[in-house]
C-alpha cells in the first residue's frame, strides 16, 4: 500500500529552466510534507517543508506547493542548476504521534548543461 | 557541529552472522528514528526511540531485528542472523522533537549492509 507516490522515476531538464517534481499522497491523515535531495551513497539531506495550514512555502530557488483537496505536492527548482542533479524525495508524517516519515520512491533529477 | 553521525559506513556480514549499526544523534536531539532503503526504492519507517524508550516500532520485522538508544551512548541497530534480504542501506535520522510542534528529521550518511 504506497501511501505517498512519485510516478516518474526520471526527469531531465535543461540548465536555467525550472524543474518540477510531483508527488501524490492517499492518506488524508497527513498533514506536514517534506522534500529531500540524496545524493549516492550519502544520506538525504533536507530541502524544504509545508504543513497543511499553508498551501505554498518558499526558499531561496526552492517552492514547495500543497493542494490537498487533490492530494497533490510539487517542488519547483528555479533556476535548475547543475549542482541540482540529485534523487528527490517526497516524504509525509502526521504532527500529533511518531512523525515517522512515509517517503516515496523517488525521482531522479538530471540537469543538462 | 556535527550532523548525524553513523558507523560503519559499510558492513559485510555472511548469512548467520550478527549484523550492529550505530547511530549518534546530532547535538541537541534526543530523538531517533531508524530507516531501511532496499534498491531502488524509498526510505521505509523501521523504528523510532528516545533515551531508554521505544515508541514506535511498528516498522521492524517481527524477528531477528531490535534496537536500543541507551541513556549514554549511540543509539543501536542489531539484526542477529543476517539473510541476504537484509542487505541494505539503513538510514538514521535525529530530531529534537520539541513539545507539540513541528519537527525536521535530520538523517545520517547510513550504512551499507551487504550479506554474502
Known amino acids: 500500500d504506497q501511501q505517498v507516490k512519485q510516478n516518474s522515476p526520471s526527469l531531465s531538464v535543461q540548465e536555467g529552466r525550472i524543474s518540477i517534481l510531483n508527488c501524490d499522497y492517499t492518506?488524508?491523515?497527513?498533514?506536514?510534507f517534506l522534500w529531500y535531495k540524496k545524493y549516492p551513497a550519502e544520506g538525504p539531506t533536507f530541502l524544504i517543508s509545508?504543513?497543511?495550514?499553508?498551501d505554498k512555502n518558499e526558499d531561496g530557488r526552492f517552492t514547495v506547493f500543497l493542494n490537498k483537496s487533490a492530494k497533490h505536492l510539487s517542488l519547483h527548482i528555479v533556476p535548475s542548476q547543475p549542482g541540482d542533479s540529485a534523487v528527490y524525495f517526497c516524504a509525509a508524517s502526521v504532527i500529533q504521534g511518531a512523525q515517522k516519515l512515509v517517503f516515496g520512491q523517488g525521482t531522479r533529477l538530471t540537469i543538462n548543461p | 557541529n556535527a550532523g548525524v553521525m553513523q558507523n560503519p559506513r559499510h558492513l559485510v556480514r555472511r548469512r548467520g552472522q550478527e549484523a550492529r549499526l550505530r547511530c549518534s544523534p546530532m547535538?541537541?536531539?534526543?530523538?531517533v528514528y531508524w530507516y531501511r532503503q532496499l534498491p531502488e526504492e524509498g526510505l521505509k519507517f523501521m523504528v523510532y526511540?528516545?533515551?531508554?524508550?521505544?515508541?514506535?516500532e511498528s516498522g521492524m520485522p517481527k524477528e531477528r531485528f531490535s534496537a536500543e538508544f541507551p541513556k549514554e551512548g549511540p543509539s543501536i541497530l542489531r539484526i542477529q542472523q543476517v539473510v541476504r534480504g537484509d542487505s541494505a542501506a539503513y538510514f538514521c535520522?535525529?530530531?529534537?522533537?520539541?513539545?507539540?510542534?513541528?519537527?525536521?528529521?535530520?538523517f545520517g550518511p547510513g550504512t551499507r549492509l551487504t550479506v554474502l
Open positions: 526511540l528516545q533515551k531508554e524508550n521505544i515508541i514506535d
Open positions: 492518506n488524508s491523515m497527513f498533514d506536514y
Open positions: 547535538k541537541g536531539h534526543s530523538h
Open positions: 535520522a535525529s530530531s529534537k522533537r520539541l513539545a507539540g510542534g513541528i519537527d525536521t528529521q535530520y
Open positions: 509545508i504543513s497543511s495550514i499553508k
